[in-house]
């Protein structure tokens, strides 16, 4: 169903063909007789990168394709901060992945025009974020990091995931001087 619905692009077709091939490993049933599949995203990660390895795919389509499955559970209901991190862990794949959420939610038992609206609202949030200059790079560098006296080393790495973060959750904070007061 899902291959079906998919733009007919390499990367996109070997992620839907690929994108739920952790469920089977994942399969728990609760006491209620209700199926989970719990993690099989990460699972599914993981065993599409060895199949995409096993048949010599490029290095390339290996990576992104991995990745998309490794995202394809990510939700589209979110805050801006959610959204702004959705944005950040897809990158330059971002458009890949609403391809690929849309056939894989089309393909549920959900009414059609319910899921339309809700990826329909998610891509005016994503629009008005963007409008919004929320995607800046952040404003220093590991660098400006090191210029404040500390050592180099895995630490900086932290540090500036640490400040990533807080920028997702408040942009307003991307300003340099401000960027530094909270690494001191």
């Not at 996109?12 to 006491?31: C, E, I, M, N, Q």
């Not at 994503?126 to 006296?149: C, N, P, Q, T």
Request: charged share 35%; with cysteine.
């Amino acid at each position: 169903e899902v291959m079906g619905r998919i733009e007919n692009q390499e990367d996109l077709r070997l992620a839907a063909l690929l994108h739920d091939v952790g469920k089977p490993p994942t399969l728990s049933v609760d006491d209620n007789g209700m199926r989970h599949f719990y993690r099989h995203e990460i699972i599914g990660a993981d065993i599409t990168e060895e199949f995409l390895k096993k048949y010599k795919y490029s290095n390339h389509i290996s990576e992104t394709v991995t990745k998309l499955v490794r995202l394809h559970m990510r939700p589209t209901k979110l805050t801006d901060a959610g959204a702004r991190r959705l944005l950040r862990d897809t990158g330059e794949l971002f458009s890949k992945w609403r391809l690929l959420k849309e056939a894989d939610a089309c393909s549920c038992a959900k009414p059609i025009e319910e899921i339309i609206s809700e990826l329909n609202e998610f891509d005016s949030q994503v629009a008005r974020i963007i409008a919004k200059g929320e995607m800046k790079k952040l404003a220093i560098s590991g660098k400006d990091i090191l210029e404040l006296g500390l050592s180099p080393g895995p630490r900086i790495g932290i540090i500036i995931r640490e400040l990533e973060d807080l920028i997702i959750e408040k942009p307003e904070m991307n300003e340099r001087d401000l960027l530094l007061e909270e690494v001191k």
